[in-house]
């Protein structure tokens, strides 16, 4: 395993500095920092779980090895890190981040410096069309004020009135401005076709010419677009694409690796699991056995 992975184990870190501002969708998880939050069933509409505002300092500290649903976090003050595909990655203000489920999900506070975020995390069932898509960033740029505004009316709704006309507005405002994160209007419309159909069809022996074929731009055009609106190269996004596959397939199934290897476009099973823990963490079979208790 990395050095970056070998260390991390279920944490939810507050410290003594920490404050947050969370709705929850009911009572069913009562875990301490989440068992004063008001609820609002509202949330269940869109599968939302619980939302938030948090205002840290270290040693906050939050990390999820197997994550059951979406997770959405912006930054609108200070400075944090999270860990995106295998690397640590600083996170400041006006900059998002989306990881599908079944994804390592950790992020800290720096010391020495505050941290201020909103997020919203989603639950998924196995027949709910997921909030990601084969086009959505996973890190980029992202106004967070309408996002936070918005959680903060429904956190002080919830905790007055709470009236059902305007819950229901605050909520289908937050999960509106997920989308919009999300599912871009694409100004390139051949990208978000390419990504859909190598999604589709991930078995495909893809080649950045291939790919640039298929857009019909040519390969250093694709490479500006994909670092302009994926913060990736066009052959990381297919890595990805393949790594998010694989890790909901050994969740969900009990396909035998060697058959998630060659669903996703890895012939050679030691080729697939070395990708694989260089992206998610750890080996494909250790990622199969952290599934019976996901969190979020």
Known sequence: MSKIHQHLSETHILGPRT???IVRVDTADNRPWLARAPVCAALRHHQIVHVGIADCAAPYRVVRLHQGGTYFMACFGGEGR???????????????????RYILNA???????????????????????PIATASSPVLARFDPE?????????????RGAAAPAPLHHWVELIHGYVLRFAQPLQEEDRLWQLWHNVAANLSTEWTLEQLARDAHVSAEHLRRLCHQQLR????????????????????????KIETIANAVGYHNPFVFSTTFKKWIGWR?????????????
């Open 107 to 129: 992020f800290h506070a720096v010391p020495g410096t505050r941290w201020q975020f909103c997020w919203v995390r989603y639950q998924q069932p196995a027949a709910q069309r």
């Open 82 to 100: 999270v860990l995106v595909a295998g690397k640590w990655q600083r996170f400041r203000a006006g900059t998002a981040y989306l990881l599908p």
């Open 19 to 21: 404050k947050n501002w």
């Open 146 to 158: 309408p996002l936070r505004a918005a959680i903060l009316g429904l956190h002080h709704e919830c």
């Open 232 to 255: 990736r190269s066009p052959m990381h996004q297919v890595i990805y694409l393949r790594m998010h596959r694989a890790s909901e397939l050994l969740t969900a199934t009990d396909l």
């Open 284 to 296: 494909p079979s250790d990622h199969r056995l952290r599934k019976q208790s996901p969190l979020g």
